[in-house]
């Protein structure tokens, strides 16, 4: 009985001690190698978000964010942020609505809450990015101290080589650069928001006020390549310009995996 309870403690304690109260979510799910001509020497980039969520039902404070870059032949080339520079780049983020609004000028994440890094790049020469990416993040909760950390693979991939969606001459209205403030949706960090416009440089005519105003309305979206359709939603109403959208920030969409 007696070894039988220190195996059921020992049980207990091996589970607290795996129990995260910080998840690391990088988006997406797979980060890609972009391969580039370098002036000296071929390089390659990594791009990706970076969200941090306090998943426990207390308040925690997070100490530092550090980027791994590890080759196979053990060479890492790192980056880590903390204090004021990690504020500041978490406050960025919520600024262009790249994650839901939290309180500024903190490093306290709140139960539920979450904070983000977005769009991280990482450019350097082929033979120094190396083959995965490890996020590891340190933080006090309760009053001590803990770290997370995930590795995630590096995969080489050649460019996707596809048709625009449409005929006809089309303006990116928002893109996924540093610039836009539009991607408040994880599901929509890599978008593009395309639009028609006239000839007057309008992207409607009349008032604006109807749908059918607009010249992208009605017209026919196209596949950007051969695929496979892996999801498809056509019940979402249609939103009244100017008015708040349905609460499906993916709307009524078609996906198609290329």
């Known amino acids: 009985m007696r070894v039988l309870i220190i195996l059921l403690l020992l049980l207990c304690l091996a589970v607290s001690a795996e129990a995260q109260d910080l998840d690391i979510v990088v988006r997406p799910d797979a980060v890609y190698l972009e391969e580039l001509n370098g002036e000296v020497v071929p390089v390659r980039r990594v791009f990706f978000h970076l969200i941090l969520h306090n998943v426990s039902s207390e308040p925690i404070e997070i ?50 809450e979450r ?48 048709r625009l969606p449409f005929e006809g001459s089309w303006y990116v209205a928002a893109e996924h650069s540093a610039l836009d403030a539009h991607k ?3 599901a929509e960090a890599f978008a593009y928001d395309f639009l028609r416009i006239g000839p007057d440089g309008k992207s409607y005519e009349g008032t604006g006020s109807r749908n059918s105003d607009y010249f992208a309305y009605g017209q026919p979206v ?25 609460a499906v920030p993916g709307g009524n969409a078609v996906v198609i995996r290329h």
Request: glycine residues 12%; proline residues 8%.
């Open 184 to 186: 408040r949706f994880v």
């Open 63 to 112: 100490q530092w964010v550090r980027f791994d870059l590890v080759g196979p032949a053990g060479g890492v080339v790192s980056g880590q942020f903390s204090g004021p520079a990690l504020m500041t780049l978490f406050d960025d983020s919520v600024q262009r609505r790249r994650i839901e609004a939290t309180p500024s000028n903190t490093l306290v994440l709140g139960p539920d």
């Open 222 to 246: 196209l596949a950007a390549a051969d695929g496979e359709v892996v999801y498809m939603r056509n019940d979402v109403p249609e939103n009244v310009p100017g008015q708040a959208m349905p």
């Open 115 to 162: 904070k983000a890094l977005s769009d991280v790049s990482f450019q350097l020469p082929s033979g120094l990015m190396g083959q995965s990416l490890i996020v590891e993040s340190e933080f006090r909760s309760g009053g001590e101290s803990a770290s997370h950390k995930v590795s995630i693979p590096l995969t080489p991939a050649e460019g996707f080589i596809g």
